[in-house]
């Protein structure tokens, strides 16, 4: 990877796949609306042993760009300058280089999904119980952001249960949060939010994350997104469920990282309307 004084600055999302990604819209119009001579694109990376040369590539002459499923882990582990908010998750979702302190890296997740449940919900996180699917990067982030939040409670649920176990065991225990062992019994539960953190939905044959049929449940967060929204949240709907795909969040994870590559404030409006936002 190469690049001409000429040419715009570089900025891109990184992961597996990253075909469907919104990002590139959401980035290129914020770039015109603020006049800024630069371009946003995906680049699949199917390997994760390139993910760092392709970082550096990309932040060493002034860009930079984020990091999507499976990735965000690994992204983590090469950094020079980890933020506290990725050494507490594992996991790195916006990267960019500074000269003092070589290749940094946050996680945007935590603050971005708390604004999205939020919306969804209604009302602030703390004392509620919230339902978690999935155990990679942005459940960790989801976690962590419950916990910091002071929720009632947090179950993990994943495919793998010691995954699930993992998951927690990374992030010190924290109180209030368990793994479950399986679905089992989980319609007798009550959850204030359920979200999928799980890549489920990215294709159209994919299985729904989880059956909510006899379940109670107050709202659904879906973090995938697609362009005529997604089965898990056209389900929770038809269940009487208030429920969102991951649209919101992803414009405010790209509204941070604008903020930090630019330092100056970013358009949101436009952001949202790139996406079919109002």
């Known amino acids: 990877m190469s690049f001409d ?7 891109a999302l990184l992961g597996d796949p990253v075909d469907h990604s919104l990002s590139p819209a959401i980035h290129n119009a ?13 680049v699949r990376i199917e390997e994760a042993g390139l993910l760092e040369s392709v970082m550096r590539a990309l932040a ?32 790195c979702n916006l990267f960019w280089w500074d000269k003092g302190a070589g290749l940094c890296g ?4 935590i603050e971005s999904f708390r604004i999205a449940a939020e919306h969804v919900v209604g009302s602030g996180l703390a004392g509620l119980k919230v339902l978690v699917l999935g155990a990679g990067g942005a459940a960790r982030a989801v976690v962590y952001g419950c916990v910091r939040q002071a929720t009632a409670g947090v179950d993990v649920l994943n495919r ?14 924290p109180a209030g949060a368990r793994a479950l062992p399986g679905v089992g019994d989980l319609a007798t539960e009550g959850y204030d939010l359920i979200v999928n953190a799980t890549s489920l939905g990215l ?3 994919d299985p729904l994350p989880l059956q909510l049929g006899g379940m109670r449940a107050g709202a659904v967060l879906d973090l995938v ?15 009487g469920l208030k429920a969102e795909d991951g649209r919101r969040m992803l414009v405010e994870q790209a509204a941070a990282a604008l903020e930090v590559w630019l330092g100056r404030p970013a358009p949101k409006e436009v952001m949202q309307g790139a996406v079919g936002l109002g």
């Open 160 to 173: 793998t249960p010691s995954r699930a176990s993992d998951l927690l065991r990374q992030l010190g225990h």
């Open 106 to 109: 946050d996680n945007t997740d």
């Open 225 to 239: 997104y697609g362009p005529k929204g997604t089965r898990f949240v056209a389900a929770a709907r038809d269940a």
């Open 60 to 91: 060493v002459p002034g860009g930079g760009g984020n990091v999507t499923t499976p990735h965000k882990g690994q992204a983590a582990t090469v950094l020079n300058n980890p933020s506290a908010a990725v050494r507490a998750t594992g996991a």
């Open 203 to 205: 294709r159209e044959s």
């Open 30 to 42: 914020a770039f015109q609306a603020l006049g800024f001579r630069a371009v946003y694109v995906s």
């Open 5 to 11: 004084a000429d040419d715009p600055t570089l900025y």
